[in-house]
């Protein structure tokens, strides 16, 4: 089964053609992020227009790569939601031509579900039950997959995403968009506990950041008025620390809690080292299996949204053509 999956959620235009949910053929990402950085952030029109002039030549490449002719894909799998809708819908009509041109059918994919299907690319995939770290730049959700599949919401943010935190962090500071790399890399020459920034840790498995964002914009702004120096490294160390502690910490209390021993990282902040290294020694020392995908499939693409697909159609979840694209979250389904 051969599944070419469509991403335009955000500002990645990318395409992928994976078989049997797993073996990635192509997965083509064509960035935007030069064209955002300069007003640091992603402008939603701006992103729309780009996905419009990347789109076909995206699909052709992954069709391409992957070796493989449109006419041999058995369905076409698309991001229907949560993201920018402008943007969200430049994939959406896309998915729908070629699914009408080729009457192939048509799979409206959830973003996040995608994000989580990273871990069942490759030789290794994770199985249920699993707990699910979803860390991306508009979403932070905790969430239980059962032995069935079923997906139940745990915790997510009252406010900011941990992506979101890292890019206004990052901007604070004078770094570029994105943020998350940004600091990732900066970090590594700063002490993380030379600042001691709070640790929101108030419910069990909610999340809130949009205090240590504020915590950390305090500190630049005293220092500057104080006249005092401060490092730029340290603050990024200390300000990843933080979120890195706190995501650590309830996603190894969730497993320990519901005694589930498989942790499965997802999103674009899966990408941080520090994270990774944090999360790596936690679980080892907790008898805890850990799934990390490699970076290029924590942020977006499109090899997750044929995975997801090919899940999808393999319980018939096949859409109409009047599928539309939702910006929300919307209900997670079944896996
Ligand atoms: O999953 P993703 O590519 O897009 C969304 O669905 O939002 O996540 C993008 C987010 C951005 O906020 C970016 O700053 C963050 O992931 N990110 C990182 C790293 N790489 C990307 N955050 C921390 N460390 C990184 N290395
Ligand atoms: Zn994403």
């Not at 070796?67 to 894909?73: A, L, S």
């Not at 969430?143 to 962090?169: C, Q």
């Not at 519901?258 to 790596?280: D, E, P, Q, Y």
Request: with cysteine; charged share 20%; hydrophobic share 40%.
């Amino acid at each position: 089964m051969l599944i070419l999956g469509i991403e335009t959620s955000c500002d990645e235009t990318a395409a992928a053609v994976v078989r049997d949910g797993r073996y990635v053929l192509s997965n083509i990402i064509a960035s935007q992020i030069d064209v955002h950085r300069e007003y640091g952030g992603v402008v939603p029109e701006i992103a729309s227009r780009k996905h419009i002039e990347n789109i076909g030549r995206v699909v052709d490449t992954a069709l391409r790569e992957a070796d493989t002719d449109k006419r041999q894909i058995d369905a076409v799998a698309v991001t229907s939601g949560p993201g920018l809708v402008g943007a969200l819908l430049v994939g959406l009509s896309y998915g729908k031509a070629l699914s009408f041109a080729l009457n192939k059918p048509l799979i409206g994919v959830n973003h996040i579900e995608g994000h989580i299907c990273a871990n069942l690319l490759g030789e290794n995939p994770v199985s249920p039950p699993f707990i699910c770290l979803v860390v991306s730049g508009g979403h932070t959700h905790l969430l239980r997959v059962s032995d069935n599949w079923k997906i139940e919401v745990l915790g997510r943010t009252r406010d900011d995403a941990a992506g979101e935190a890292f890019d206004k962090t990052a901007r604070a500071l004078g770094l570029p968009y994105p943020g998350g790399p940004s600091i990732d890399l900066l970090a590594k020459q700063g002490n993380p506990n030379a600042i001691p920034f709070p640790r929101a840790l108030s419910d069990e498995a909610g999340f809130s950041f949009s205090g240590l964002k504020s915590a950390v914009l305090n500190y630049l702004n005293k220092q500057r008025m104080m006249g005092e120096a401060f490092s730029q490294a340290d603050v990024a160390a200390s300000f990843q620390k933080a979120v890195v502690d706190v995501l650590t910490d309830k996603a190894i209390a969730a497993c320990m809690k519901l005694n589930i021993n498989t942790l499965a990282l997802a999103g674009g902040v899966a990408s941080n080292s520090a994270l990774r290294k944090s999360m790596r020694m936690s679980c080892e020392k907790n008898g805890i299996t850990l799934f990390v995908p490699p970076p290029i499939y924590c942020t977006d693409n499109a090899a997750m949204i044929a995975s997801r697909g090919y899940f999808r159609w393999k319980q018939g979840k096949i859409s109409s053509l009047d599928l539309n694209a939702n910006p929300d979250v919307g209900d997670f389904s079944e896996m």
